[in-house]
């Protein structure tokens, strides 16, 4: 009679409930590195539009003629020694973009009314925001997005 009434958990409930934990925890540690990589690649297009914006004033301090063409290239080592820009720390591998070796730049170009328009070309170590059509490989800022990442 005493013995019953004394119940523990048996090894197989004891195995199961392990199982289970395992199983949640790798759904979760799945879930995270998803959610990192996907903040990575945000914070990626938001170093492209902050390389648009120091664009912005770098044109706006009239720094740059459109004269004889309609278009004009600044790039990322520009706006950077001229205190536009500080360099950009590349998310996906934590290391500081190069003055020297990255080509990385911002296409400006004037239409006739006078508008500006600004296209993207920002490359980091492993991936590119780049190659958007063969003719223009720069993003125009409208398009700029996550779908716009590439492998480099």
Known sequence: ???RSKR????????????ILGIVSSIVVIAV??????S???????????LYEAARLYVGAEKVEFLPS????????????????????DPFTGNVLSLETNPSYVLVKKDEDGSLHYSICLKGETKQLCTYSEQSPEVPVEALSVQQIRDR
């Open 1 to 3: 009679m005493l013995l």
């Open 8 to 19: 523990g958990m048996t090894l197989i409930e004891l195995l199961a409930v392990i199982v």
């Open 33 to 38: 590195l998803h959610i990192i990589e996907k």
């Open 40 to 50: 990575k690649e945000r914070a990626f297009v938001s170093d492209a539009y902050t």
């Open 70 to 89: 309609r278009s004009s290239v600044i790039t990322y080592k520009q706006l950077v020694e001229e205190g536009m820009l500080h360099p950009i720390q």
